[in-house]
């Protein structure tokens, strides 16, 4: 059995005390890992606050800051096969996907290392004459990155990268529900060469973790990923702090099919959207809303490719839908499929747990038209994907926004005019036109609503991790007049 370590100011511990993570493929124990505790998270926070303000750290140019992510990336990059074995292992995401997306996270680091030094205030044309005015923007502080279990090394760099790159240090937590890739990861980090406590790493439970961490004085900033109830703890928790926050949470995203659009790419794109990764992802397309007209031709031509889907160990290449991450999960799914079969929902297929002893929950379409399914409605997490149908534009924006969700959306149709207008009407923080679920370091990415707040990715998340200060300098050497008025 394999033991991991958790990894503060420096240096690889065991933590306050020890838990078994499962393989999702076989349902048994395959690792130990470090349980951090109320006592690990305070003496990572302090780590990573002397860092900030003592020794190399804050000493560093912003262009020598970008040449350690450079390395990272280079480690990360040469070590992908690694951490996508190990994420595999421990979370159940197939390795056909976790290999080919940690590689990619590299560009992550990459980006965030060119924009190191590219982080600029502003010489302020100010409307008194005996001033000049500019501006500085400097490192929030010490972060706080809580990142899930599901794409954990690509939803901790879009945190890690731009927070490293303004400069400020960090104490990530990894979920306790698949930590292995993260811990592994430390590794990589140490290697690279950043100062002790920069980059602090642990895992561990609920409140003697999760909740010391986010409600910690010497927090500056909580960077969340994960579900909307663990959220508003998350921000009641930086009423304690005052923290800023930028939260990334969960979506009921639609994928809007109209008549005219090509099917057959579409179907490809739709199984893309909530068949990939299991269905565990964020901006899973868990809605389909689709033109009445096409509707039928339009699911056969799905649920033949659904059915045709690999189901299969996940560190198998050929697999293409591997086991969920929990039994919780399984269990949660089976639950709602249910409850929306006996609201009136039509079972297209799928509908039942997958053979063998992992947490396997085979693809399925439930027909939700004229029912009141919990499946429209409820995150599952999991490879089933609600359909709906409307007869024309103005129910599909309607059906797309009946939800307090608002992360992503996909559109396919031939109208370049239509597409534009859905753009505009759709309430979500990403609209994909004939595609779904591309990411690159270059565009932002967040939603609207219960899905979230600020944005990950691009320039304007760097910024999030900065603060502005504001310096005036008196260019004239006359003695300041009346000093009982505001200057």
Same mark, same amino acid.
């Given at each position: @059995?394999?033991?991991?370590? +958790?990894?503060?100011?420096?240096?690889?511990?065991?933590?306050?005390?020890?838990?078994?993570?499962?393989?999702?493929?076989?349902?048994?124990?395959?690792?130990? @890992?470090?349980?951090?505790?109320?006592?690990?998270?305070?003496?990572?926070?302090?780590?990573? +606050?002397?860092?900030?303000?003592?020794?190399?750290?804050?000493?560093?140019?912003?262009?020598?800051?970008?040449?350690?992510?450079?390395?990272?990336?280079?480690?990360?990059?040469?070590?992908?096969?690694?951490?996508?074995?190990?994420?595999?292992?421990?979370?159940?995401?197939?390795?056909?996907?976790?290999?080919?997306?940690?590689?990619?996270?590299?560009?992550? %680091?990459?980006?965030?290392?060119?924009?190191?030094?590219?982080?600029?205030?502003?010489?302020?044309?100010?409307?008194?004459?005996?001033?000049?005015?500019?501006?500085?923007?400097?490192?929030?502080?010490?972060?706080?990155?809580?990142?899930?279990?599901?794409?954990?090394?690509?939803?901790?760099?879009?945190?890690?990268?731009?927070?490293?790159?303004?400069?400020?240090?960090?104490?990530?937590?990894?979920?306790?529900?698949?930590?292995?890739? *993260?811990?592994?990861?430390?590794?990589?980090?140490?290697?690279?060469?950043?100062?002790?406590?920069? $980059?602090?790493?642990?895992?561990?439970?609920?409140?003697?973790?999760?909740?010391?961490?986010?409600?910690?004085?010497?927090?500056?900033?909580?960077?969340?990923?994960?579900?909307?109830?663990?959220?508003?703890? =998350?921000?009641?928790?930086?009423?304690?702090? *005052?923290?800023?926050?930028?939260?990334?949470?969960?979506?009921?995203?639609? &994928?809007?099919? &109209?008549?005219?659009?090509?099917?057959?790419?579409?179907?490809?794109?739709?199984?893309?959207?909530?068949?990939?990764?299991?269905? +565990?992802?964020?901006?899973?397309?868990?809605?389909?809303?689709?033109?009445?007209?096409?509707?039928?031709? &339009?699911?056969?031509?799905?649920?033949?490719?659904?059915?045709?889907?690999?189901?299969?160990?996940?560190?198998?290449?050929?697999?293409?839908?591997?086991?969920?991450?929990?039994?919780? +999960?399984?269990?949660?799914?089976?639950?709602?499929?249910?409850?929306?079969?006996?609201?009136?929902?039509?079972?297209?297929?799928?509908?039942?747990?997958?053979?063998?002893?992992?947490?396997?929950?085979?693809?399925?379409?439930?027909?939700?038209?004229?029912?009141?399914?919990?499946?429209?409605?409820?995150?599952? &997490?999991?490879? =089933?994907?609600?359909?709906?149908?409307?007869?024309?534009?103005?129910?599909? $924006?309607?059906?797309?926004?009946?939800?307090?969700?608002?992360?992503?959306?996909?559109?396919?149709?031939?109208?370049?005019?239509?597409?534009?207008?859905?753009?505009?009407?759709?309430?979500?923080?990403?609209?994909?036109?004939?595609? %779904?679920?591309?990411?690159?370091?270059?565009?932002?990415?967040?939603?609207?609503?219960?899905?979230?707040?600020?944005?990950?990715?691009? *320039?304007?998340?760097?910024?999030?991790?900065?603060?502005?200060?504001?310096?005036?300098?008196?260019?004239?050497?006359?003695?300041?007049?009346?000093?009982?008025?505001?200057?």
């Amino acid at each position: @059995m394999q033991s991991f370590q +958790q990894y503060i100011d420096g240096t690889f511990e065991d933590g306050a005390a020890r838990f078994d993570s499962i393989d999702p493929a076989t349902g048994s124990v395959w690792a130990a @890992m470090p349980e951090a505790r109320e006592d690990d998270v305070d003496r990572a926070v302090k780590a990573a +606050q002397r860092a900030l303000w003592n020794g190399a750290w804050p000493a560093m140019t912003a262009t020598a800051r970008g040449k350690l992510l450079y390395r990272l990336a280079d480690l990360v990059e040469a070590n992908a096969r690694t951490l996508a074995e190990l994420e595999t292992r421990d979370t159940g995401k197939i390795i056909r996907e976790t290999s080919a997306q940690i590689a990619y996270v590299a560009d992550y %680091y990459r980006y965030y290392a060119g924009l190191a030094d590219k982080i600029e205030g502003a010489t302020l044309a100010i409307d008194k004459a005996d001033m000049d005015v500019w501006t500085r923007r400097e490192p929030i502080g010490v972060v706080a990155a809580v990142v899930p279990w599901n794409s954990q090394l690509f939803l901790s760099a879009v945190k890690i990268g731009p927070a490293l790159a303004a400069g400020c240090t960090l104490v990530v937590k990894a979920s306790e529900e698949g930590p292995a890739p *993260l811990l592994e990861f430390a590794r990589l980090v140490h290697e690279a060469g950043f100062p002790a406590g920069v $980059v602090n790493i642990l895992t561990g439970f609920g409140p003697a973790c999760g909740s010391a961490l986010t409600r910690h004085p010497g927090v500056d900033h909580i960077a969340f990923t994960g579900g909307p109830a663990t959220a508003a703890a =998350v921000v009641r928790n930086s009423a304690e702090n *005052l923290a800023t926050t930028s939260l990334e949470l969960g979506g009921k995203s639609p &994928f809007i099919v &109209f008549a005219d659009a090509d099917l057959d790419s579409a179907a490809n794109a739709q199984v893309a959207g909530i068949f990939a990764a299991t269905g +565990q992802s964020c901006v899973a397309g868990s809605r389909l809303i689709v033109e009445t007209s096409v509707k039928d031709r &339009f699911l056969a031509i799905l649920k033949a490719k659904a059915e045709a889907i690999r189901i299969g160990a996940p560190l198998d290449m050929a697999t293409e839908v591997g086991p969920l991450c929990t039994r919780r +999960q399984r269990d949660d799914i089976e639950t709602v499929v249910a409850a929306s079969l006996e609201a009136g929902a039509k079972l297209v297929t799928g509908g039942r747990a997958g053979e063998g002893d992992g947490f396997y929950y085979v693809p399925t379409i439930l027909d939700c038209d004229g029912a009141s399914a919990a499946s429209v409605e409820t995150e599952l &997490f999991g490879p =089933v994907l609600s359909v709906l149908s409307f007869t024309s534009e103005e129910e599909a $924006v309607r059906l797309a926004n009946a939800t307090p969700y608002g992360l992503a959306s996909g559109v396919f149709t031939r109208d370049l005019a239509r597409a534009h207008r859905m753009i505009k009407r759709i309430r979500a923080g990403i609209v994909w036109v004939n595609t %779904y679920r591309a990411v690159s370091p270059i565009a932002p990415f967040g939603g609207y609503g219960q899905s979230g707040q600020g944005r990950e990715g691009g *320039l304007a998340a760097a910024l999030d991790y900065t603060k502005t200060k504001t310096v005036w300098l008196r260019t004239s050497d006359d003695p300041i007049p009346d000093p009982f008025v505001m200057r």
